[in-house]
């Protein structure tokens, strides 16, 4: 059984470039949630998708959108990319439903590099 | 205000002994869920330990312990028997019950722990 799989695993971008990246959830999971891990700091909640929509967003400004598919794959893009933008991208996936003790799957995250 | 405050920026311990990460928390929900991750240099967040803002009994999970102290809101992680394996980063993180339908979970800063052969 796959796990949470995130491609590609790294990425270098130019300023004001726009990236892509792209998750696929553990078998069974419906709900993918996006964080971003700066260098040297925990992850922070960017959003979370179930049934194709956008349900719960962290403060990320609105160049940070994404989308989820009919397969529940979710993809998260970055628009007008900044240097600050660089960091580990983490999805991680669940079931809606699942109790509070349930941990999510994390994927091996993407690193992107801005500059 | 933090939800989750790690204060270890660093960690050492010896193989074979004992160490303590510290987590302290903060929420005004009544149900919530405490978790322990390690990350090593993969990126990966490997699931460790679990502890219910309800239950009466620390956690544990193998060499893998949860010091739950809820009146002082602090989830210390305790690792026994330390092998050089267990050197990576560890993070303390929370999803709430009620206020949080989303379950989003909030992370702190993370402790690097390096074991000493």
């Known amino acids: 059984d796959a796990g949470v799989t995130q491609s590609p695993t790294h990425l270098i971008k130019t300023r004001g470039q726009q990236v892509t990246l792209r998750c696929s959830p553990k078998?069974?999971?419906?709900?993918v949630s996006w964080y971003q891990q700066a260098l040297g700091q925990g992850p922070q909640f960017i959003f979370q998708y179930y049934e194709e929509e956008e349900r719960q967003r962290g403060n990320f400004p609105d160049r940070f959108s994404g989308h989820q598919f009919p397969n529940y794959s979710s993809e998260l893009n970055v628009n007008a990319l900044l240097l600050g933008d660089s960091a580990l991208y983490l999805c991680a996936s669940s079931r809606t439903g699942d109790s509070m003790n349930t941990e999510a799957f994390f994927g091996q995250g993407t690193r992107l590099t801005v500059v | 205000a933090q939800k989750i405050t790690q204060t270890q920026p660093g960690m050492f311990v010896q193989e074979k002994e004992a160490v303590t990460l510290d987590c302290t928390y903060d929420t005004s929900d009544p149900s919530y869920g405490l978790f322990w991750y390690k990350q090593p240099s993969s990126g990966e967040m490997i699931f460790l330990i679990y502890q219910g803002s309800y239950d009466q009994q620390n956690a544990t999970e193998g060499r893998y312990s949860l010091n739950f102290q809820k009146a002082r809101k602090s989830a210390n992680l305790v690792i026994s028997a330390s092998q050089l394996g267990d050197s990576a980063m560890y993070f303390c993180a929370m999803r709430e019950g009620q206020i949080n339908t989303g379950n989003q979970f909030y992370f702190g800063t993370g402790t690097s722990l390096t074991v000493i052969p």
């Open positions: 078998s069974g999971h419906d709900t």
